[in-house]
């Protein structure tokens, strides 16, 4: 006797399946990172209009009370100029890094903004405040590039590779240069990154043995 095997979805189906549901993430991650980036856009303005200095409330080293500002310090920026060089690489990459899914990129927000952000606190001189999204930046940089070498996916190896050769000058960004410019976040930002690849990777399932269909 041999055995039929049952009927099931073809291959045009699964593509399809696969298509529809990529499509739907890049309208999703477009649409998150343009609020996203908007929010970053209306607090700077804020701060820009507002008496008092919201820059104040970043990341200060060595200080227990600035430790809360490591989940403010994406949002702040010293000035438009700082904002508007963060804003197009952020839109750019957080839109490749939310691709597979708004629950993974809040993830590999999470973990990149909390490496960073304790990177910069311990690692800066003591009482410097630092703010600004560049941290974020790196992270999803590092965080693209890593997803396709742990997922193992055709599709995140190509947009790894290619970010990997478009923004691979950032990586200069990662050692101590020009005065002013936090080379801790952007490090820590891109180990962030890499970490959250690792542990958001897809869970590939085990392998069971198919038994023989002859009888």
Not at 77 to 91: E, I, K, Q, T
Request: a positive charge.
């Amino acid at each position: 006797m041999t055995g039929l095997p049952p009927a099931g979805r073809s291959p045009y189906d699964d593509a399809r399946s696969r298509s529809v549901s990529l499509l739907a993430g890049a309208a999703g991650s477009a649409i998150l990172m343009v609020l996203i980036v908007a929010a970053m856009w209306a607090v700077e303005i804020a701060d820009y209009l507002l008496p008092g200095d919201l820059d104040r409330f970043g990341i200060r080293s060595w200080d227990p009370d600035g430790l809360p500002g490591i989940l403010f310090a994406p949002f702040l920026h010293a000035g438009f100029g700082h904002l508007m060089a963060n804003s197009l690489p952020l839109l750019v990459l957080g839109f490749l890094a939310a691709l597979r899914g708004v629950g993974r990129f809040v993830g590999a927000s999470a973990i990149i903004v909390l490496v960073s952000g304790i990177g910069v606190w311990l690692t800066t001189p003591p009482f410097y405040i630092t703010v600004g999204a560049s941290g974020l930046v790196f992270g999803y940089f590092g965080f693209v590039v890593a997803r396709g070498l742990f997922d193992r996916r055709a599709f995140d190896i190509v947009v790894g590779i290619v970010v990997a050769a478009v923004y691979y000058s950032l990586l200069w960004g990662v050692l101590p240069s020009e005065q002013g410019i936090s080379w801790q976040g952007h490090l820590f930002g891109l180990i962030g990154g890499v970490i959250a690849a690792w542990v958001l990777r897809r869970k590939r399932p085990a392998v069971t043995p198919v038994p023989s269909p002859y009888l």
